[in-house]
């Protein structure tokens, strides 16, 4: 099977309904880059008028998760993943859409050949910056995906 934005939105429905419900949205995934975005609404809010970070964390987090199951399943092996750890850094409100972006394919392509390669776990850490509709970043996450062939 494919994936596909509209297949990992559905995806999120029936395994992720908190990330559905909160307006988080695959728009884009290829070899390279996948783009979430999520939209500043009453229900995704904190006190302070802006995204609650939790939400923003859910979409940066599927930004690099899509794009790590994307290439599992390109790699044709049983491979498990696992965030190990992850940061953020937040700069300004996050009000109106936000749209996270991982462009980090190819360092998740070198972790899977190793992993397949020497059959040991690996790790990868992946950014995902948050920017909004002006183009300002307004939180950047970093996770660190764990990487291992299935026996």
């Not at 006190?47 to 998760?65: D, K």
């Not at 996270?100 to 397949?116: Q, V």
Request: with cysteine; hydrophobic share 40%.
């Amino acid at each position: 099977m494919k994936i596909t934005p509209s297949k990992l939105n559905t995806y999120l429905l029936f395994k992720l309904p908190s990330a559905y419900f909160t307006g988080v949205r695959t728009k884009h995934i290829d070899d390279s880059t996948c783009i979430v975005t999520v939209k500043h609404r009453w229900i995704n809010q904190n006190p302070f008028r802006s995204m609650f970070w939790a939400v923003q964390g859910m979409a940066a987090e599927l930004t690099t998760g899509a794009l790590v199951m994307k290439k599992i399943r390109d790699s044709g092996k049983s491979i498990s993943m696992l965030v190990a750890n992850n940061n953020a850094t937040f700069t300004k409100k996050a009000t109106g859409r936000i749209t996270f972006k991982c462009e980090e394919g190819i360092k998740i392509d070198k972790a899977i050949k190793n992993a397949i390669d020497t059959g040991e776990g690996q790790t990868v850490w992946l950014n995902a910056d948050g920017v909004n509709k002006d183009g300002i970043k307004v939180s950047s996450f970093n996770f660190e995906w764990t990487l291992k062939v299935k026996n």
